[in-house]
C-alpha cells in the first residue's frame, strides 16, 4: 500500500470520531506540553540565572553567619557578624572591595504614599560589587557611611510608588521616624528567576540602618570581590585566617561562618536543575505511557468496530502487512498529532510564563525532536498489539462479523 494512501485512510478513520481521537491523544498531549514548557522555562531561568553571575564575573563571595551542615540546604546558625570582621577582611591584599550588609523590611512614605519594602543597609563598595551603579542622581558617600547619615539610593519600583509624577532626587521619606533623603534612583535589574522584584529595594548607608533604624551593632552578611578570580583560593585562605581569630576558633574547629562565591552557587543551581530535569523526565514519561495505553485501547475498539471492514480489504486482495502497516500508521498519525498539539500549549504556556514572570523563556529546538521523537515511538510501540491482531484476522470469520 502506498504511504499516501494509507495517510489518507488513517486521516479519514480518525476524523470519523474527533471526539474519540482528542481524548485518545490527551495523554499525550499533556506529556509533551509538560516538557516543552518546563524545559522551556527552566532553560530561561538557568540562563537568566547565569547572565547575572558572569555579569557580576568570579570575583565576587559572600560570607554569612552560618555554618553548613552537610545537608545541600540545611545550615545552623553560628556566631554574628561584625564590623570589625568586615574592616579586618578590607585591609588583605588579594580583597579589592568589601561591603556591610544588614537587611530589614519597613514601611516607607512619601506624602499619602506609602509602600512595605526591603531596606538594605550597605557600603559604597556595594556598587562595584555587584556592578550596579544609580542610574540618576549618586550614591552615598563614604562619608555618609561614617557619620551614619540619612540618605538613601532607591530602586525604580519605589520611584514609581512612592514618586508618581515627579523626581524623587532631593526629596525626603519617612523610614520609621528618620526622614530620609533621596539622592539617587538605582538601575532597573527586573525580576529574579525566584519571581522576586529586584528594583523594589532602599539602599541606605548599613550605620544608619544600624544605629537609627535598627539600634543593633551586628552586621547580616559581608559581601565582597577579590582583585581576580584568579586570586580566589588565596583570598578564601586569607578570609578564612582573619575570621578564624576574630571568632577564636581553635584547631580543629568548624567554621561559625559560611563562605558562598558564584563558582559554588552555579553549581548548586546546575544540582536543582538536574533534579529538576529528572522530575520532569518522571512526569513525562507516565503521562506518556498512559497517553499510550489510551491509543493502544481504542485502537482495539477500533479494529473490532472495523472487523468487516478488514475482511473485505483482505478478500480483495490485501495482505497482511498492508493491514498491520494500515493500523500502525492510524497509531502513529493519533500520537504525533497529540505531539504537535502538545508542542503548541507547551510553547504558549511557556511564553505566557515568561510575561509573568519577567524569565526569558527559551523555546528549546532539542526539547520539540525529543518530544516528536517520543510521541512516534509511543504511537509506533502501542500500536503494534492492534495491529498485530487485525493483521491476524481470519478473512471469513471478518466477513461475517455483524
Given at each position: ?249 581553635g584547631v580543629g574547629e568548624e567554621d561559625d561562618y559560611s563562605i558562598r562565591n558564584n563558582a559554588q552557587n552555579l553549581e548548586r543551581i546546575a544540582d536543582v536543575t538536574r533534579i529538576l530535569k529528572i522530575l520532569l523526565v518522571s512526569i513525562a514519561s507516565i503521562s506518556l505511557m498512559v497517553g499510550g495505553v489510551g491509543i493502544m485501547n481504542i485502537m482495539l475498539v477500533s479494529v473490532t468496530e472495523r472487523t468487516r471492514e478488514i475482511g473485505i480489504r483482505m478478500a480483495v486482495g490485501a495482505r497482511q502487512i498492508d493491514i498491520q502497516k494500515q493500523f500502525l500508521v492510524e497509531a502513529l498519525v493519533l500520537s504525533l498529532a497529540g505531539g504537535a498539539v502538545g508542542i503548541v500549549i507547551g510553547v504558549a504556556i511557556s511564553k505566557t510564563a515568561s510575561l509573568f514572570t519577567g524569565w526569558p523563556a527559551e523555546i528549546s529546538f532539542s526539547a ?35
Open positions: 500500500m502506498q504511504p499516501f494512501r494509507s495517510l489518507t485512510i488513517a486521516y479519514r478513520a480518525i476524523m470519523s470520531n474527533k471526539a474519540r481521537a482528542m481524548l485518545t491523544s490527551l495523554g499525550v498531549i499533556i506529556g509533551v506540553a509538560a516538557v516543552v514548557a518546563l524545559v522551556s522555562t527552566t532553560q530561561g531561568a538557568s540562563k537568566m540565572i547565569n547572565e547575572q553571575f558572569e555579569r557580576l564575573g568570579g570575583k565576587s563571595m559572600l560570607i554569612t553567619p552560618v555554618r553548613p551542615s552537610g545537608n545541600l540546604l540545611k545550615f545552623t546558625s553560628g556566631k554574628p557578624l561584625t564590623v570589625k570582621d568586615a574592616n579586618a577582611i578590607r585591609q588583605l591584599p588579594d580583597v579589592e572591595f568589601v561591603s556591610e550588609i544588614i537587611g530589614t523590611h519597613k514601611t516607607v512614605v512619601h506624602g499619602k504614599n506609602q509602600w512595605v519594602t526591603r531596606i538594605l543597609g550597605v557600603s559604597r563598595d556595594f556598587t562595584f560589587i555587584n556592578d550596579w551603579f544609580p542610574q540618576t542622581g549618586t550614591f552615598f558617600s563614604a562619608d555618609d557611611v561614617e557619620n551614619s547619615r540619612p540618605v538613601c539610593v532607591i530602586g525604580t519600583t519605589i520611584e514609581e510608588k512612592l514618586f508618581t509624577s515627579t523626581s524623587a532626587i532631593g526629596k525626603k521619606i519617612r523610614v520609621e521616624n528618620i526622614s530620609c533623603e533621596v539622592v539617587g534612583t538605582m538601575q532597573k535589574l527586573g525580576t529574579k528567576p525566584s519571581g522576586a522584584d529586584q528594583d523594589d529595594i532602599i539602599l541606605m548607608p548599613y550605620s544608619t540602618v544600624q544605629k537609627r533604624i535598627l539600634s543593633v551593632r551586628n552586621i547580616s552578611k559581608i559581601s565582597l570581590a577579590v582583585i581576580s578570580p584568579e586570586r580566589i583560593g588565596t583570598a578564601l585562605s586569607e578570609i578564612n585566617g582573619v575570621l578564624r581569630k576574630n571568632h577564636k576558633i520539540i525532536i525529543i518530544a516528536c521523537f517520543f510521541s512516534a515511538l509511543v504511537g509506533v510501540f502501542f500500536g503494534l498489539y492492534p495491529a498485530h491482531k487485525a493483521a491476524k484476522m481470519n478473512p471469513v470469520e471478518a466477513l461475517r462479523h455483524e
